[in-house]
């Protein structure tokens, strides 16, 4: 069964540096998710992305966050200078052709990010 | 704006007992999509299932019933003869029709299930 792929599965950064996490979406998928969960909390959506442009974001997603889709497979999310309040789990997902239709959304297996 | 609540964050039962988890949503728009998501120890998010808001049939898949009442906006999941296996945080989540396919989760249900 097609899926979500996400690297790394745990990075550990210091305060102040630069962090870049990496998905593959499902091959046929045109919708792509970031979202996060802090410890404990929960899962909070951050941005999506359709036709190479961010087509929603939320109020967390903000300067310190870009997305980008460099090539026809991965998409990526970086945090140009991380706090310590970054900490998170970030699960990238996708879903198919039709936004609208509410397609199931399907997510990566996320990315602990550890800030110290 | 779109919520959800799951009121019981933690739920602790014996095997082979059932156990429902509740959800109660809040939203504007006519059309909506309701999902529940199975989060392991592992810390993975499953997809177990999705209801559209025109469709109120009651599904069942094996151990695992939804409840869906437009009524009382909620969406009710039923684990029957719990298995040490179900143990994991469990969300609902909603999107609105107008929203994309953007997610609003609940809190999560919490549930352990001893052996």
């Known amino acids: 069964e097609p899926e979500v792929t996400q690297t790394p599965s745990h990075q550990v950064t210091q305060m102040g540096q630069e962090v870049i996490l990496r998905c593959v979406p499902i091959s046929n998928h045109l919708y792509f998710y970031w979202y996060r969960q802090i410890l404990g909390q929960k899962v909070e959506f951050l941005v999506s992305?359709?036709?190479?442009?961010?087509?929603?974001k939320s109020e967390i997603f903000d300067d310190q966050f870009s997305v980008e889709r460099p090539d026809g497979s991965n998409f990526t999310l970086k945090i140009r200078s991380t706090k310590l309040e970054d900490s998170a789990m970030y699960f990238c997902?996708?879903?198919?052709?039709?936004?609208?239709?509410?397609?199931?959304?399907?997510f990566g297996e996320g990315s602990w990010l550890t800030v110290v | 704006a779109q919520k959800v609540t799951q009121a019981q964050t933690e739920i602790s039962v014996v095997e082979k007992e059932d156990v429902t988890l509740d959800c109660v949503y809040e939203t504007r728009d006519t059309t909506y999509y309701l999902f529940w998501y199975k989060q392991p120890p592992s810390g993975e998010l499953v997809f177990l299932i999705r209801r559209n808001s025109f469709d109120e049939q009651n599904e069942i898949s094996g151990r695992y019933s939804w409840n869906f009442q437009k009524s009382t906006s909620s969406f009710n999941f039923t684990i029957t003869a719990s298995q040490v296996v179900d143990s994991a945080v469990y969300f609902c989540?909603?999107?609105?029709?107008?929203?994309?396919?953007?997610?609003?989760f609940g809190g999560g249900t919490r549930l352990m299930v001893k052996p």
């Open positions: 997902a996708s879903t198919g052709r039709d936004r609208a239709s509410g397609n199931t959304i399907y």
């Open positions: 992305f359709y036709n190479n442009e961010i087509s929603e």
């Open positions: 989540a909603l999107s609105e029709h107008n929203a994309g396919n953007m997610l609003t």
